[in-house]
């Protein structure tokens, strides 16, 4: 069904054909993790959710692909914290601004920033820099889902507060953002939307000096209890899904050795289990 939208908002000159390649890409991590919002993704998203909310200029730049997959949601979410919603672009064409703002308006926005890219983010080439003076160029905290390497790193480098959505943990975004969401955007969306309009969101108590200073978000007594961390910790997070994503690896390893194993036939040589031999494993990951 993503798939689907993702193609058909190519055909519609809203996806750019390079957004086809990181689709496929954000995919094969999503397999990794088993197409759920993992609970590290979880912790990053309610994190996520506050620090937008609570910000006195908040952005959500949107691009192709996010705006194909969830307009609803980026209008629900721009909302819910008075984020200014502004179309920024990779491939940047007129067209595309017009056909993804129109997109956007006919999911409700009232507003969509873009259009007008009389700012400048330093460090990038003229049409990749190209941003708005009321959106960009002003915000002090920014939700960048799928956003590319230099731009994130460009934003942080102009003192912005910087969530990003990534399915990918490795990326030089995940790996240069504050809080780096490491889910699919419309999971990602929509569970920051829940943990919003939550009936215990009245409670959440506003950003503290931790999250104002930096990677530190600190949810002291603001989570419901026994199901997050006290603290939210970017890189901890960040290392904490590559080891599911490692383990998930090794359990599918697990299950293709035995169904291997069971296969052998009695008069075959039998084959050493690379499970109880390190050169084995050695000459696997050669
Ligand atoms: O619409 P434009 O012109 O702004 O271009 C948008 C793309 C996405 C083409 C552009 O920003 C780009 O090339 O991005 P990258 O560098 O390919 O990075 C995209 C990242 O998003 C990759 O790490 C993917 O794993 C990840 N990704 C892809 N699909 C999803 C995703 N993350 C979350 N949800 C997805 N559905």
Known sequence: ????????????????????????????????????SLPEALDAERAAAFRLRDAANPVISVNGNTVVLCPGEI?????????????????????????????????GATEVLGKEAGGRIPGLDHERGKCSTEGIMK???????????????????????????????????????????????????????????????????????????GSLVSLVGCVPEGQAPKHFHNKRSLSLIVKRMAGMLQERFDILYEQFDADQGDNQEPQPDPRQNEKNMEDINK
């Open 1 to 36: 069904m993503t798939r689907e939208r993702i193609v058909q908002g190519m055909r519609d000159g809203i996806v750019a054909e390079a957004g086809l390649i990181a689709h496929g890409r954000g995919e094969a991590f999503d397999y990794l993790m088993n197409e759920r």
């Open 75 to 107: 209008v629900e979410l721009a909302r819910l914290t008075r984020s200014a919603v502004e179309v920024n672009l990779f491939h940047r064409t007129d067209a595309r601004i017009s056909l993804i703002t129109g997109a956007l308006e006919e999911a």
């Open 139 to 213: 915000a002090d905290v920014i939700l960048v889902p799928l956003e590319d390497g230099d731009r994130a790193q460009a934003l942080k480098d102009m003192g912005k507060f910087v969530i990003c959505i990534d399915l990918n943990p490795l990326s030089r975004t995940s790996r240069t953002s504050d809080i780096s969401i490491v889910d699919e955007v419309t999971r990602a969306m929509r569970n920051m939307i829940g943990f919003l309009r939550g009936p215990g969101s009245r409670e959440y108590p506003d950003s503290n000096d931790d999250v104002r200073s």
